[in-house]
């Protein structure tokens, strides 16, 4: 019993001792100054995403914006004016949005200093929903689990999105 206490006890303080910073608070993702600037903007992507607002959701999309909807058919893809379209005709009609994501890693094409061009992929897992008007003029509150990945380009300045949104 000793052993086992001993044990516990160093589990618990190696746990408590770990070095602070070695995630991106809030996740599991390893802590670098390019890893938290891009989970940074899909966060503000995000709270975007629960206020409804298309239009800060318009400028942090990339004008080369291309969307697949992860189906082999090419008839529901979509670029740039596409996106705001499904935005304008979509999002508006959502009501009491809930919109929470879990980062599961974020893999960088750029190691160390951001620059023009570097691309980021952010693996999350979606929870949401949201409330619509059905067919039938009723609420309807529909919930939604996914897997997503969001791919970002740093352009100089900020990080914008390329797809995933």
Not at 98 to 106: A, K, M, Q, T
Not at 135 to 152: E, F
Request: net charge neutral; proline share 4%.
């Amino acid at each position: 019993m000793k052993q086992l206490l001993l044990i516990l006890a160093s589990a618990v303080l190696a746990v408590g001792c770990a070095k602070p910073g070695k995630f991106v608070p809030g996740t599991r993702v390893p802590y670098s100054n390019a890893n938290k600037s891009v989970l940074d903007a899909c966060e503000e992507y995000r709270l975007a995403v629960e206020r409804a607002d298309a239009d800060a959701l318009m400028l942090m999309a990339h004008h080369q914006y291309w969307e697949d909807s992860g189906t082999p058919s090419g008839s529901d893809d979509y670029g740039y004016e596409g996106l705001r379209n499904v935005l304008m005709n979509r999002l508006h009609k959502a009501t009491d949005i809930r919109y929470s994501v879990r980062y599961v890693g974020v893999h960088q094409q750029c190691q160390g200093d951001l620059v023009a061009g570097c691309r980021a992929a952010v693996d999350i897992l979606v929870d949401a929903s949201f409330t619509i008007t059905n067919a039938y003029g009723k609420p309807s509150r529909p919930d939604k689990r996914d897997q997503n990945q969001l791919v970002l380009e740093w352009d100089g300045r900020r990080w914008l999105f390329l797809s995933g949104m």
